[in-house]
């Protein structure tokens, strides 16, 4: 048996290149005779060529009474081929190359085009057939190597594959249409072709037909038969033309066969013109789909482009108006990050889902201190008559006792207040470099200049913002409040004393009766001194670290430019993102042509299918 797979591929291609091929494959598995295939490719001679390395075969239709022409390609070489009888030549040395002289395989692609009035419009791959028991110079598991190799061509979902089998044997245990219906498992995209008609035992010509009738093994796409040369006629060197005249006349004389030829299920050409109408019926299928892809690949690589920009103009005056765009494009979009608003460059920004976190931590560190101070004096009585009570008699509360113990309490979040300022400025810093390289992309001393700003400004705004937050904290040692806040306060403490009974947590003597009382009074206003710090800690840094700080930046980047010497060094462009612009708009270019040419060929196949290509047929 023998497997073709005969696939159509459609796709936008790699994005190295960004090129949109569109081809039909024939994969070609175990013993044929190669050359019954390639006789069809205007050969004219035997190729005893044993298949070790994939064979694309580009066939491209010219005008009656053009001539001959051919070249084959692998890795990096392509030579062109003068004449027919160099094709087998030049395929021994491809494959001696790139496997050797052993019996090996290879992945590696040789690349073989013919242009000649006597082929179809075809692209057909030649692969290794399939071994079951490896031979000298072979790897032990080269039967399993093929088979993938196999598997890789033909598992793709724009694959036509042809399962190729002998009518001498049992089709429903071949080992290729086991293959295909692993990766068809509906049969949707598998045609069958039956070999060696001539072979069939007397008595069972009717299975054959019945198989290509399709009343055996269902396929959507069919059967064909088709009679290669024998190894007399291959002995006797039968010519292309004679060789197809006997191949017909043995299907037309055939008391079997004859159905099958007049069905236009036999012979080779008849075989041809199927593959041909299956490539433009597959097209046409898979058209919405390519177009598809081209638009999503046209998408991102606009999307991409408009990432690097235009590269800098050659005029003076316009490559200053070309920096200053750029340098005001970025400074604005810092001014947006510290708003929270989107940005023009793309660049997606968390840094206020960062901050609410953090000041939601530092919220909760101050309610948390106020807990544990309160839970301290209720545990150490004996220690706070010691430690604040004065001269006055048990039950008066000292209002200097009162200022001491908040104060001491205030002072133990002014470095915590302080080490969150150094944790936003670090991440400002963070953020802004990452905008920096994402809007200036392609200019490295731009980027380097805008980062030196930041930095420096980042350590000007920090230390100024760390003045006021410690300023801050020494006004809160002014124990101060509206009358009518700490009054609603120190209500609002009595109600929850009571819910929360208080007095089981301190003795009745009169200690613990000042504390009580002292208590309610420290719960009261650290509540509002707290509520105060939680708001004013974040405004401070908001403010000096991202207002101040993106204002700051955008007065010193524009005023950077009056440097008149520095604009050149500036924009200078880094040469990897000037190739990556050339690349992506040489890319966008074949692009929106082939989704022109992707228009234009829609309509060609659509007037191709209702003619039934005819005007396809080969002239032999």
């Known amino acids: 048996s023998r497997y073709l797979a005969n696939p159509q591929e ?4 790699s994005t190295n290149d960004e090129k949109a091929p569109a081809h039909l494959n024939l994969h070609m598995r175990n013993n044929i005779k190669t050359a019954d295939i390639h006789m069809y490719l205007q050969t004219h001679k035997k190729m005893c060529i044993v298949t070790r390395c994939p064979l694309e075969l580009k066939m491209t239709r010219k005008k009656k009474g053009e001539a001959w022409y051919g070249n084959i390609s692998y890795r990096d070489y392509k030579e062109e081929l003068k004449k027919p009888s160099l094709v087998e030549k030049k395929i021994r040395e491809a494959q001696d ?11 590696d692609l040789i690349s073989l085009e013919i242009a000649s009035p006597n082929v179809p419009d075809l692209t057909l791959i030649d692969l290794p057939g399939i071994t079951r028991v490896a031979v000298s110079g072979q790897s032990e598991d080269i039967g399993e190597q093929i088979k993938q190799l196999i598997q890789n061509n033909i ?3 724009e694959t036509i594959s042809l399962v190729v089998v002998p009518c001498n044997v049992d089709i429903a245990t071949t080992e290729a249409l086991r293959m295909a219906q692993q990766v ?8 069958g072709i039956l070999t060696k ?3 069939v035992d007397k008595g069972t010509e009717e299975n054959v037909v019945k198989i290509v009738h399709n009343e055996v093994i269902p396929l959507k796409k069919g059967y064909m038969v088709v009679k290669c040369r024998g190894q007399k006629e291959i002995t006797e060197k039968v010519s292309l033309s004679e060789a197809l005249k006997n191949e017909e006349a043995f299907f037309k004389e055939h008391a079997h066969f004859q159905t099958l030829f007049d069905e236009g299920q036999a012979t080779v050409p008849k075989l041809a013109e199927k593959l041909t109408l299956e490539l433009v019926h597959h ?3 898979s058209l919405p789909r390519l177009d598809d892809q081209i638009q999503k690949k046209l998408k991102q690589t606009r999307a991409n482009l408009d990432k690097l920009s235009n590269g800098p ?3 003076a005056i316009e ?3 070309f920096l200053i765009d750029r340098v005001s494009a970025f400074t604005q979009d810092a001014i947006s990050l510290t708003k929270g608003e989107e940005l023009k460059c793309g660049y997606k920004s968390s840094i206020f889902s960062i901050l609410r976190a953090q000041f939601a931590v530092w919220k909760e560190a101050i309610e948390t201190s106020g807990t544990n101070f309160n839970r301290n004096i209720q545990r150490e009585v004996s220690q706070y008559e010691r430690k604040y009570r004065g001269r006055e008699l048990p039950g008066f509360i000292n209002y200097k006792t009162f200022e001491a113990m908040i104060q001491e309490q205030i002072k133990q979040l002014e470095e915590p207040a302080v080490q969150k300022l150094k944790d936003v400025s670090e991440l400002v810093k963070k953020e802004l470099f990452e905008l920096a390289q994402s809007s200036l992309v392609g200019f490295p001393n731009l980027i380097r200049t805008a980062m030196l700003k930041i930095e420096d400004i980042r350590t000007k705004r920090e230390a100024e913002a760390e003045a006021i937050l410690r300023m801050q904290f020494q006004m809160e040692l002014i124990v101060y409040t509206q009358d009518t806040t700490y009054s609603k306060m120190l209500a609002k403490g009595k109600r929850e004393e009571k819910e929360e009974a208080v007095n089981s947590l301190v003795n009745n003597n009169s200690s613990g009766a000042t504390l009580k009382e002292m208590l309610k009074h420290l719960k009261s206003y650290y509540q509002i001194a707290g509520q105060r710090l939680a708001d004013q800690i974040p405004l401070v840094i908001r403010y000096q670290m991202l207002q101040q700080f993106a204002n700051q930046l955008q007065r010193e980047m524009l005023q950077m430019l009056q440097d008149k010497e520095r604009k050149e060094s500036l924009l200078q462009e880094d040469i990897g993102t000037k190739i990556q612009r050339e690349r992506l708009q040489n890319g966008l270019k074949r692009l929106s042509n082939g989704r022109l040419l992707l228009t234009e060929f829609s309509m060609n196949t659509f007037n191709f299918s209702s003619a039934q290509g005819q005007s396809l047929k080969p002239d032999f």
Request: hydrophobic share 20%; net charge positive; no cysteine.
């Open 319 to 321: 490559r200053l108006g």
């Open 10 to 13: 459609l796709s936008p291609g």
């Open 97 to 107: 190359k790139l496997v050797g002289n052993g019996n090996g395989i290879s992945n």
């Open 283 to 285: 097209i046409q299928k």
């Open 313 to 315: 103009p050659s005029d």
């Open 197 to 199: 008609p001539d072979l």
């Open 155 to 157: 598992r793709k979902q």
């Open 184 to 191: 068809d498992p509906e049969g949707e995209r598998t045609l």
